[in-house]
C-alpha cells in the first residue's frame, strides 16, 4: 500500500512536472501534442491508482473490486502506459481477482484480462497468457476445498489423471479433522500418490498404518472409491502395492504385509456400490459445466465424464445442447454422455461419429486433453480404443475403423517425415490397441 502511494505521489508531480511548461512558453504545437498525451497517460495512471487503493485497502467489498475490473486499460497502448507508469500492482490486483472465491468477480476479471492486448510487453503477456491456461484445473480442483467430504474427495479422484502441478497441494489441502475414516485414508492415497511418499512420509505413513487388514472394512473403502468415480483400478490399492514394491524400508515391509492381503478381495466380491455418494459431487460440478468460459466449462465435463452418478450432469447437458455449441463442445457433451451410458450403443455411435466427423475435430479434441484440460492418458481416445475391444457390436466396428484410418494416415506423414513428437505419442496408443484386435 505505501509503495502505491508513493507511485501516486509521483503521478501527481509528473503530472504538474509535464503541464507547467506549457502554460510557461507555450510551446510548438508537436510539443504541446506530446504533452498532452504524456498529461493524459499520466491522468490515466493516477485515476487507476486512485480506484485500486480503495479495492486494495477493502479486499471484502464487492463494489470498490467491481470499479477497479471496470477501469482497468484494455487498448494496448493504455495498457503499457499504464504499466509503465504504475509498475506491476494494478495487473497483480486484477489476476488476484481472476482467482477470488466470488464466482461474478472472477468472472468478470477473467474477462477484463481476456480482452486486454499484452503483446508489446513480454513479461506482461507471458504472465496474463500463464492465467489464463491455469485457470481451467485451477478452477476444477477448488471443490476439493469443499466442506462436503464427499465433494472434495470425488474431486481429487476425479482428478486423478490430470497434470497439473496444482493438484499434490489441492490434495493436501483438501484434508479436514471432520473426514471420516475412509475419506481421510483415501485423500492421503492421493496426497502420496501426487507429492511423493518422500515429500510426506507422515502421510505415508499413516496411510500404510490406516489401510484396513480385515476385508469387510477394505470392501467398504473400495466400495465408496467405486461410487464416486470410474476407474479400472482403485487408487488406494494402486499406492499401497507401489508402496510395497518400492517404498522406503520403514514403510515397506508392513505395506507388503497389508497388500497381500489386500490382494484376496477381488472386484467381483464387492458389495454393490452406492451411488447416491456422487450425487452432491454432480451438483457442486454443475456450476462449472454452467461457466462462461470454455475452456473451464470443457474441462469440468472431460473430468466428470468418469462420475458414478452423474444425475443433474445429464439432465443438463440433454437439455442445454444447442446447434450453436462449438464442435469441441459438442464432441465432450457426445463423450460424457457414452461414458455415462456404457451400455448404451446408441451413445456410443453418436459419440465415435461426433469425434471423427473430421480430423479438425478429432485433433482439436486431443489438443484439448493435452495441453488445456491436461489429461495424462488421452480420455476420448482412451474410451475409443477400449470401445475397439469391446465385444461385436457395430460401436466396437465403427471404433476399429475411426482408429484404423488415423493409424494409416499418421503412417503416411511418418514416411513422408512430418509426423511430430505429439503425433507419434498418439499413433502409439492407438497401435497399441490395434495389436490386441485379434486377441
Given at each position: 500500500?505505501v509503495?502505491?502511494i508513493?507511485?501516486?505521489?509521483?503521478?501527481?508531480a509528473?503530472?504538474l512536472?509535464?503541464?507547467?511548461?506549457?502554460?510557461?512558453?507555450?510551446?510548438a504545437a508537436?510539443?504541446?501534442?506530446g504533452?498532452?498525451a504524456?498529461?493524459r497517460e499520466?491522468?490515466d495512471?493516477?485515476?487507476l491508482?486512485?480506484?485500486?487503493?480503495?479495492?486494495r485497502i477493502?479486499?471484502d467489498?464487492?463494489?470498490?473490486?467491481?470499479d477497479?475490473i471496470?477501469?482497468?486499460?484494455t487498448?494496448?497502448?493504455?495498457f503499457?502506459a499504464s504499466l509503465?507508469?504504475?509498475?506491476?500492482?494494478p495487473l497483480?490486483?486484477?489476476?488476484?481477482?481472476?482467482r477470488?472465491?466470488?464466482?461474478?468477480?472472477?468472472?468478470?476479471?477473467?474477462?477484463?484480462l481476456r480482452?486486454v492486448?499484452p503483446?508489446?510487453?513480454?513479461?506482461?503477456?507471458?504472465?496474463?497468457?500463464?492465467a489464463i491456461?491455469?485457470?481451467?484445473?485451477?478452477?476444477?480442483l477448488?471443490?476439493?476445498?469443499?466442506?462436503?467430504?464427499?465433494?472434495?474427495l470425488?474431486?481429487?479422484?476425479?482428478?486423478?489423471d490430470?497434470?497439473?502441478?496444482?493438484?499434490?497441494?489441492?490434495?493436501?489441502?483438501?484434508?479436514?479433522?471432520?473426514d471420516?475414516?475412509?475419506?481421510?485414508?483415501?485423500?492421503?492415497?492421493?496426497?502420496?500418490?501426487?507429492?511423493?511418499?518422500?515429500?510426506v512420509?507422515?502421510?505415508a505413513?499413516?496411510?500404510?498404518?490406516?489401510?484396513p487388514?480385515n476385508?469387510?472394512?477394505?470392501a467398504?473403502?473400495?466400495?465408496?472409491e467405486?461410487s464416486?468415480?470410474?476407474?479400472?483400478?482403485?487408487?488406494?490399492?494402486?499406492?499401497?502395492?507401489?508402496?510395497?514394491r518400492?517404498?522406503?524400508?520403514?514403510?515397506?515391509?508392513a505395506?507388503?504385509?497389508k497388500?497381500?492381503?489386500a490382494?484376496?478381495?477381488?472386484?467381483?466380491?464387492l458389495p454393490?456400490?452406492?451411488?447416491?455418494?456422487?450425487?452432491?459431487?454432480a451438483?457442486?460440478?454443475?456450476?462449472?459445466?454452467a461457466?462462461?468460459?470454455?475452456?473451464?466449462?470443457?474441462?469440468?465435463?472431460?473430468?466428470?465424464?468418469r462420475l458414478?452418478?452423474?444425475?443433474?450432469?445429464?439432465?443438463w447437458?440433454?437439455?442445454?445442447?444447442?446447434?450453436?455449441?462449438?464442435?469441441l463442445r459438442?464432441?465432450?457433451?457426445?463423450?460424457?454422455?457414452?461414458r455415462?451410458s456404457?451400455?448404451n450403443?446408441?451413445r456410443?455411435?453418436?459419440?465415435?461419429r461426433?469425434?471423427?466427423?473430421?480430423w479438425?475435430t478429432?485433433?482439436?479434441l486431443?489438443?484439448?486433453e493435452?495441453?488445456?484440460?491436461?489429461?495424462?492418458?488421452?480420455?476420448?481416445?482412451?474410451?475409443?480404443?477400449?470401445?475397439?475391444?469391446?465385444?461385436e457390436?457395430?460401436?466396437?466396428?465403427e471404433?476399429?475403423?475411426?482408429?484404423?484410418?488415423?493409424?494409416?494416415?499418421?503412417?503416411?506423414e511418418?514416411?513422408?517425415?512430418?509426423?511430430?513428437?505429439?503425433?507419434?505419442?498418439?499413433d502409439?496408443r492407438?497401435?497399441?490397441a490395434?495389436?490386441?484386435w485379434?486377441?
Amino acid at each position: 500500500m505505501v509503495r502505491a502511494i508513493r507511485i501516486l505521489t509521483l503521478c501527481l508531480a509528473s503530472a504538474l512536472f509535464c503541464g507547467l511548461p506549457c502554460v510557461l512558453t507555450g510551446g510548438a504545437a508537436e510539443r504541446v501534442a506530446g504533452d498532452d498525451a504524456a498529461l493524459r497517460e499520466t491522468a490515466d495512471a493516477v485515476r487507476l491508482l486512485l480506484i485500486l487503493a480503495p479495492a486494495r485497502i477493502a479486499p471484502d467489498k464487492t463494489a470498490a473490486q467491481q470499479d477497479f475490473i471496470n477501469a482497468f486499460p484494455t487498448e494496448a497502448a493504455a495498457f503499457a502506459a499504464s504499466l509503465r507508469l504504475t509498475g506491476d500492482a494494478p495487473l497483480d490486483w486484477l489476476l488476484g481477482l481472476a482467482r477470488a472465491d466470488n464466482r461474478a468477480l472472477r468472472q468478470a476479471a477473467r474477462q477484463r484480462l481476456r480482452a486486454v492486448d499484452p503483446m508489446r510487453l513480454i513479461r506482461a503477456a507471458d504472465r496474463i497468457y500463464a492465467a489464463i491456461g491455469a485457470w481451467p484445473c485451477q478452477d476444477f480442483l477448488e471443490l476439493a476445498r469443499s466442506p462436503d467430504p464427499l465433494v472434495s474427495l470425488g474431486t481429487l479422484l476425479l482428478a486423478r489423471d490430470m497434470t497439473s502441478a496444482e493438484k499434490g497441494r489441492a490434495a493436501l489441502e483438501s484434508l479436514r479433522p471432520d473426514d471420516g475414516p475412509d475419506v481421510r485414508l483415501l485423500k492421503l492415497a492421493a496426497v502420496v500418490a501426487w507429492n511423493g511418499e518422500e515429500a510426506v512420509p507422515e502421510a505415508a505413513l499413516e496411510f500404510v498404518r490406516a489401510f484396513p487388514d480385515n476385508p469387510r472394512d477394505l470392501a467398504r473403502l473400495l466400495t465408496l472409491e467405486n461410487s464416486l468415480c470410474r476407474y479400472e483400478n482403485s487408487l488406494a490399492l494402486t499406492l499401497l502395492r507401489d508402496l510395497a514394491r518400492d517404498g522406503p524400508p520403514q514403510l515397506k515391509m508392513a505395506a507388503d504385509a497389508k497388500w497381500r492381503g489386500a490382494r484376496t478381495l477381488r472386484r467381483a466380491s464387492l458389495p454393490p456400490s452406492a451411488p447416491v455418494s456422487a450425487r452432491n459431487l454432480a451438483q457442486a460440478l454443475l456450476p462449472l459445466f454452467a461457466d462462461p468460459d470454455p475452456d473451464v466449462s470443457a474441462t469440468a465435463m472431460l473430468y466428470a465424464a468418469r462420475l458414478e452418478a452423474p444425475g443433474p450432469l445429464r439432465a443438463w447437458l440433454l437439455k442445454r445442447a444447442a446447434p450453436e455449441d462449438s464442435p469441441l463442445r459438442k464432441t465432450l457433451t457426445a463423450y460424457c454422455l457414452a461414458r455415462w451410458s456404457p451400455l448404451n450403443q446408441d451413445r456410443q455411435l453418436a459419440f465415435l461419429r461426433r469425434m471423427f466427423i473430421n480430423w479438425e475435430t478429432f485433433w482439436q479434441l486431443v489438443l484439448f486433453e493435452d495441453f488445456t484440460a491436461l489429461a495424462a492418458h488421452g480420455p476420448s481416445l482412451d474410451w475409443v480404443c477400449r470401445l475397439s475391444l469391446s465385444p461385436e457390436t457395430e460401436a466396437r466396428r465403427e471404433a476399429r475403423d475411426n482408429l484404423l484410418a488415423v493409424h494409416l494416415s499418421l503412417a503416411r506423414e511418418r514416411r513422408e517425415g512430418r509426423l511430430d513428437a505429439h503425433k507419434n505419442q498418439v499413433d502409439r496408443r492407438i497401435f497399441a490397441a490395434i495389436s490386441h484386435w485379434d486377441e
